[in-house]
């Protein structure tokens, strides 16, 4: 399986959702489309599902124009819509029905779907009555139903409680073993527990294209966290000056320094603190999390 985004530009009216936008997903990945509420994520996906036509380039499957391979496609869109009143295996019926499954190749497909999205039980029981964590599962299954080459994702955890936040998290980890998911979310947490690599968005552009560690590792700057019982204006003046220190960003009573040769110059910034008279709290070499490198990369860029 291969997917090949190529400059693609989707406009409405004066807007321009996504600009430009290329890349590239193998077999056997799990992609994480990460960005702010209205970075363009949402209307990519519809371009990619076929959902929507870009106004300019072009999306590949295997080398053939999207539209002509919808087939090959599982999509769950980001609030999943059924019919209340059908039961778990009347909307799988349906659903599959419309993808153009035989109702008889239906009958025995179904069954084991539901074992994996772990609603076996609930065959009979009508989707008015699930929980929403249940409804993605559903979701989920009827993406899976016709065995498409890759699944797409469109913000599946966002609005689930925490209990079905955690049930369709662990769902995608096992189906990640043996699918191709693409998933957009601008929550980070779960785009760094379920993906290995990350497309940043902002603005309908693309400013990052990395793994976990890559983006790590060339943020791995160590900094050292001071934390004091009071924050005094004329110390970080002081710090400021301090010829071997690069940057100085204050939290709360914390303050992160970037410092040149941290193994060599952090016992003198230890000795200034004492010097200055603050009352120490806390001092510790400490990296960017992932979060922090997100937040700075869609807030400053």
């Known amino acids: 399986m291969n997917l090949k985004i190529m400059n693609v530009t989707k406009r409405f009216k004066e807007k321009t959702a996504v600009n430009n936008f290329s890349f590239e997903l193998r077999s056997g990945e ?36 999207i539209e002509k391979m919808k087939r090959e496609i599982g999509y769950l869109p980001q609030y999943p819509n059924f019919y209340s009143w059908m039961t778990a295996k009347e909307t799988l019926m349906f659903m599959g029905q419309l ?42 299954a009827q993406a899976l139903l016709h065995r498409p080459s890759f699944i797409i994702m469109d913000e ?47 603005n309908g552009e693309k400013i990052e294209d ?16 001071v934390e004091v019982t009071e924050m005094d204006q004329r110390w970080i003046d002081v710090l400021n000056e301090l010829p071997y220190v690069k940057d100085v960003e ?20 230890l000795k200034n603190v004492l010097e200055n008279e603050m009352d120490l709290r806390k001092f510790e070499i400490n990296n960017d999390t992932l979060e922090e490198i997100f937040l700075k990369l869609v807030v400053e860029k």
């Open 30 to 65: 799990c992609v994480g489309l990460i960005g702010p509420n209205g970075a363009g994520k949402s209307t990519l996906i519809k371009v990619i599902s076929s959902i929507i036509d870009p106004n300019e380039g072009v999306v590949l499957l295997n080398g053939k124009p």
């Open 99 to 140: 993808s153009g499954l035989p109702k008889e190749e239906l009958t025995n497909l179904i069954p084991a779907i539901l074992v994996k999205v772990g609603l076996e039980l609930e065959e009979n029981s009508k989707v008015g009555t699930f929980s929403g964590g249940m409804k993605q599962r559903l979701g989920i």
């Open 156 to 202: 599946p955890v966002s609005a689930l409680d925490p209990i079905g936040r955690r049930e369709v998290i662990n769902l995608i980890e096992e189906i990640k073993k043996e699918t191709t998911i693409l998933l957009s979310t601008h929550i980070l947490g779960d785009a760094e527990e379920i993906c290995e690599r990350f497309i940043i968005i902002k």
């Open 210 to 225: 990395t793994t976990i560690t890559e983006l790590l590792n060339r943020n791995s700057k160590n900094k050292l966290i």
């Open 250 to 269: 204050i939290i709360g009573n914390k303050v992160k320094l970037k410092v040149d040769n941290i193994e060599q110059n952090k016992k003198f910034i």
